[in-house]
């Protein structure tokens, strides 16, 4: 096997999806079976993206977190969540707990990329493994060659930009002036490059195009030091009206069709995670999140403080005034189906099937990855056509599943009027009920699942 060329994987993107996908190659190469592998990743950030909040990852993402070797740095950076808590605005009371005592964390996203990014940099190099990461490489063509039974491929070429500093440890684009141009050749391209996907409108779907929801994710964070305890407990004035603490560990205030995400994200508990989905005018010059400033932080805060007023927990307000920096998130969408593959390039992720918010979008994207890897290793045995077909057989079930699901809840119908708390309270007890009763909602695992014929 020593004589054979290296099976060259570009990935695009070196977010939760593309990392995880780069680890889960390597993890699933057998030395021996089939030829060396070589692994590179093009990132069009200079560094690690800071932007995206704290995120919740439940078993489904945490599984393969592990076994890719960066759960063991990234949960004591985290908050444990034993349940996630939806309280009524209107009584002040529990309506359920979510997914109780489940392995789950919150986390900042940033961390999640750096613990992954160090996993991947930190796995020995070989002649029979090669990996590879590249920060600052904007993707500009996409172009396959040769003939289907010669030496043929996909040559990808990238804009090169240099750091504006380098952070101690941080993996960077190679050496150059900015605006150079290299090309790599590859046996495949993989697209994890996110709802703006470069890959796929250039190459796999360049007519499905995203589409603005009209929602943001408002999202920031408030230092409660001054309210715990030495337990790290909430000082007993926010409380339930049963008498308990509003935040356990991550708490859903919901009124009507709103809803007021309050969640510890570190360890310490001593810093709160706020976040509401509000109506805003799509910023056409700030694709990746924006920091509110100015009016639009005292229009967030405003207008929050008055959706959370009244009710039965008058002190919400007092924690949404706690905030002093906000970010705009917004909720781009692409239309269910479309293209996932063509020729030699895949997608995954939010580049092949972005929803709104549904508390595991990042175990998904990262879940692409491993399933992708587990396909991968029959490299030897079938075509590209073949391995991609396989992919899509075993995924778009699971994925149009969700989509489903996610677009039901996102689109649910809402009564107006006095009635339409109640009704919601209603609405969401019964949803409760329902996703705990699957007890098989996160048992699913893709990386031994039987591949097509």
Known sequence: MADKPPFHIVIVGAGPAGLSAALSLVKKHEKGVSSPLHVTVLEMRTEVQRLGGAINLTPLALRYIDWLGAGERLRPQAAPVSAIELVAHRTGKLLGQLWPGVDAIRVQRQLLVEALRDAL??????????????????VRGIEEFGEADGDDGVRITFEKKAPEERRKGATAASGGRDGETETLEADIVVGCDGIHSQVRSLVVDPGRE??????????????????????????????RTDGEPLITDTTLVTHGNDALLLTYYEPSRTNLYLAAVNPVAENKDAREGWSAQGADKAGIKKKMSETFAGGALPYLGSIIDRCDEWFFFPVYMLPPGGVWAKGRALLLGDAAHAMPPQGEGTGVAIEDGVLLAHVLTRRATRTVPQLFADYEALRRADIEQTYRDTMARWNAPVP??????????????????????????????????????
């Open 121 to 138: 940099r930190e796995l020995p190099q070989s002649e029979d493994v090669q990996v590879d990461v590249m920060y600052g490489a904007r």
């Open 416 to 453: 107006s009027g006095w009635m339409s708390s109640f009704v919601m309270e209603w609405i969401t007890w019964g949803f409760i009920k329902f996703m705990n009763y699957r007890h098989d909602y996160f048992g699913r695992d893709v990386r031994n699942r039987q591949l097509p014929d």
């Open 210 to 239: 995203k589409t603005y929801s009209g929602k943001c994710n408002a999202y920031g964070y408030a230092s409660i030091s001054d309210k715990a305890d030495a337990s790290g407990d909430v000082a007993k004035e926010w409380l």
